[in-house]
């Protein structure tokens, strides 16, 4: 036995046996199963993504103008995960419609993609639009400015509307440009503005009904610039009563001699260099102040003044109250200068008749 296990032969039985253990161990099918079902569960792994992609024309459309298709399509892709990121990330295919032999008219057309990889599944909404291709044409429109004029403050005015650029570009289908009546800007001004509008305004194309008609405007915005602007005018004033108490007259007096008024063009043209302002004494007994509202006073004829308020002193009259005693005073001298001419009359005729008496005696003798 000990020459047994000591031969080579023995260790050699020893060694095929190993290797055949190796073999049959790294060939068996448990082993196998696991590395494949790993291989498999990696390869069926699956990802969906919602996609927003830009639709694409495949058409003359220097010649053709082209509408009622959306400018972007939502596309659903599924398949590998790594398939499905990497499609996301990089967006290498293309949606489109195949325009180029269609004519002049309305077509129902179907999206179609390119360069989609084959292991991918997708959907898309829409998957057909309806297209309507008309004669494509273009000309160039004045922008008319458009805006609420009663949006000023009182007695301010608008000047002349600036539009930069004053015309734009419009293009569309021939049917549409045709049914174009004006290009206009129609800027919104705040209530009661009382400084310059300048801001950029969207650019409108108007049918004759005032409804927007379909083209493409350039630019689509442009710059309004609208003056505004009061005009106003340095005036004196005359302080004038107004009303009666008791029949009583009054003088007025105020600090302020001269105010500055304000309007438009037309009421400041209408003022002349001084303005009469009415002073109610119906309410006045005696001498007072009281504060004149200048604007109200003048009513319509200006917007506002500068003060708009001003104080004035009411004193009553005394000419009214010593007319009497004036018109007695002059009777009294009247009477007086009558009895001394009377007197004056008799003492003449008494000297006149005593050097009548004396003449007489004379003549006696």
């Known amino acids: 036995m000990k020459k047994i296990i000591n031969s080579n032969y023995f260790y050699a039985l020893i060694s095929l046996g190993c290797a055949l253990w190796l073999f049959f161990f790294v060939s068996s099918p448990g082993v196998g199963s696991t590395r494949d079902s790993n ?8 990802k969906k993504a919602v996609l927003t992609v830009p639709l694409q024309l495949q058409a003359d459309v220097d010649k053709y103008y082209i509408t009622g298709y ?20 990089t967006q290498n295919f ?22 989609l990889n084959s292991e991918l599944t997708y959907s898309m909404k829409p998957k057909y639009v309806t297209v309507n291709i008309q004669r494509r044409e273009t000309k ?31 293009t569309g289908a021939a049917s ?17 503005i009382k400084s310059t509008f300048d801001q950029e305004v969207l650019v409108q194309a108007l049918d004759k009904n005032g409804k927007t008609v379909n083209v493409t405007l350039d630019p689509q915005t442009v710059h309004v610039k609208i003056p505004i602007t009061i005009q106003s005018k340095q005036v ?23 105010i500055k008024v304000f309007g438009t063009q037309s009421q400041i043209n209408a003022i002349s260099d001084s303005v009469d302002v009415p002073i109610d ?16 006073a003048l009513g319509s004829k200006v917007a506002f003044t500068d003060p708009n308020t001003i104080d004035v002193t009411i004193n009553q009259s005394s000419s009214s109250s010593t007319s009497p005693t004036n018109s007695s005073s002059s009777t009294s001298n009247v009477d007086s200068s009558t009895n ?20 007489d005696n004379k003549d006696s003798e």
């Open 39 to 46: 291989q498999s569960n990696t390869s069926t792994v699956t």
């Open 94 to 115: 293309n949606l489109y419609l195949n325009l180029r032999d269609l004519s002049i008219g309305q077509h129902r057309v179907q999206i179609k993609e390119s360069g």
């Open 70 to 89: 959306p400018q972007n399509v939502k596309v659903t892709i599924e398949g590998p995960a790594a398939l499905v990121t990497a499609t996301k990330n």
């Open 236 to 258: 004196s004033i005359n302080l004038k009563q107004k009303g009666t108490s008791s029949g009583n007259s009054f003088t007025f007096d105020s600090d302020v001699k001269k």
């Open 340 to 359: 001394n001419s009377s007197n004056s009359s008799n003492s003449s005729n008494t000297n006149s008749s005593s050097d009548s008496s004396t003449d």
């Open 176 to 192: 549409e440009i045709n049914k174009i009546d004006r290009v206009v800007v129609k800027p919104i001004l705040p209530k009661g």
């Open 140 to 170: 160039k429109f004045a922008v008319v400015a458009d805006y609420n004029k009663e949006s000023l403050a009182t007695g301010y005015e608008s000047g002349t509307t600036e539009v930069s650029p004053d015309t734009v570009t419009v």
């Open 281 to 296: 004494v119906s309410d006045v007994n005696g001498s007072t102040k009281k504060s004149i509202n200048l604007t109200d």
